[in-house]
């Protein structure tokens, strides 16, 4: 049931992302770890970023530009930054032993958290999110 659920959320996804590309931000990242979201694992390299807020349903796309594969993920929950000092673009990762997952986004307006499995001793790793001038 919850594989069903999940298929069934990943594909609304990935036809959201493909109706609402337009109004998506890009960004691009240099991530230096291997890490999980949505579901997959993600290689160390650069990442083209991109949020896409229409339907009131957050999507995130994240691109590895050096293995051309990508991933999309459903945010669990976002909000807007609490002080000037707050509006960051970055991408912020919960590790814990080997392992790296991403927990939130802050793209300048809002900030984005993901689903992370709670561990002890766990540590954030940041990466810092830059304007993709490929546009």
């Known amino acids: ?65 050096d293995q051309r594969r990508s991933v999309l993920t459903l945010s669990q929950a976002s909000a807007s930054p609490r002080t000037k000092a707050d509006f960051k673009t970055i991408l912020s990762f919960a590790c814990a032993e080997d392992r790296c997952q991403l927990a939130s986004v802050q793209d300048g307006s809002m900030v984005y958290t993901f689903h992370t499995a709670k561990a002890s001793g766990t540590r954030i790793a940041t990466v810092v999110l830059r304007p993709d001038r490929a546009e």
Not at 14 to 31: F, G, Y
Not at 41 to 58: F, I, K, T
Request: net charge positive; hydrophobic share 50%.
């Open 1 to 65: 049931m919850k594989l069903a659920a999940f298929r069934l959320t990943m594909t609304a996804a990935v036809i959201l992302a493909a109706v609402t590309t337009a109004s998506a931000q890009n960004m691009k990242a240099e991530i230096p770890f291997p890490f999980q979201t949505g579901g997959a694992h993600m290689q160390p390299g650069s990442y083209q970023v991109s949020v896409s807020r229409s339907a009131g349903v957050p999507v995130l796309a994240l691109y590895n530009v």
